[in-house]
């Protein structure tokens, strides 16, 4: 027993002393190497995005592809920088497509959303900035880039995509800041709330619209709306509750009973 008894003993101090010298945080700080082919990777697509006939853009989004592959591997902090300014080029400076050949920009956009802030930041100005206009040619695109900030989680950038929920004059761009806004449930409460209380104070407003009676072209506009936000906007509402219901009037009532409480 004796012996068995310094035997563990010496186990316990030899574990000790090891991680001693390989700290958990330690192993963890511990820096990624550069990847030698990421820059490669990027010069070839900086000579995709500046090609004048767009013939090369689907062997760029092979290349995208391989980013995020990469990125999912693990990269240095210096890799990804890069790999967001490759892609942030290709979005906001690279040569123009027409919005019917925007396939490049919807893959940028969505490897975009899987760097956090860092993604956010390129995808909110291409969207605001006036490459993408406000027209109906370029909305999916819009939708896209809304839609991965939202991915991004950055809670930056709540404000705008609220407003973006509450005042776009486009139903599908509502739509579409209403569902990015989905992806903050792991957010503190203050912030959820922020997002709910918005969303249901513009919900309402909406409903009570729609409600009215007769040839009401603004009724008319509201329920077309509603019909367009209601189902992404509800998805984002459970995520961020954590509750089940299916109608505007029944978050309403849950809302007006639990704002308060701890959800």
Do not use: C
């Not at 973006?164 to 579409?176: D, M």
Request: without cysteine.
């Amino acid at each position: 027993m004796i012996h068995d008894s310094r035997a563990k003993a010496s186990l316990a101090a030899a574990l000790f002393a090891l991680a001693l010298a390989h700290p958990a945080s330690a192993q963890k700080a511990e820096k990624l190497p550069a990847d030698p082919d990421v820059p490669v990777k990027l010069k070839e697509l900086a000579e995709v995005a500046k090609d004048r006939k767009f013939t090369r853009d689907a062997a760029g989004i092979e290349i995208i592809d391989v980013l995020i592959q990469k990125q999912d591997k693990g990269l240095n902090d210096k890799d990804q920088k890069q790999v967001v300014k490759g892609l942030d080029s290709v979005l906001n400076k690279g040569r123009l497509r027409p919005a019917e050949k925007s396939q490049l920009y919807n893959t940028a956009a969505i490897a975009l959303g899987r760097f956090g802030k860092d993604g956010a930041k390129p995808l909110k100005a291409a969207y605001e900035k006036k490459r993408f206009p406000n027209r109906p040619e370029w909305v999916p695109l819009r939708e896209k880039l809304l839609v991965n900030i939202g991915k991004t989680k950055d809670e930056g950038a709540v404000k705008f995509l609220l407003d973006e929920a509450r005042r776009s004059p486009e139903a599908a761009l509502q739509a579409a800041a209403g569902e990015a806004l989905g992806n903050f449930r792991e957010s503190k409460q203050k912030l959820r709330r922020e997002i709910v209380s918005g969303l249901i104070i513009k919900w309402g407003s909406l409903s009570e619209m729609g409600s009215q009676l007769g040839a009401n072209v603004e009724a008319q506009n509201a329920r077309d709306r509603l019909a367009a936000i209601s189902g992404p906007w509800n998805e984002s509402m459970k995520a961020l509750t954590g509750q089940d219901f299916d109608t505007f009037r029944k978050w309403q009532g849950w809302y007006n009973k639990h704002k308060n409480d701890k959800w």
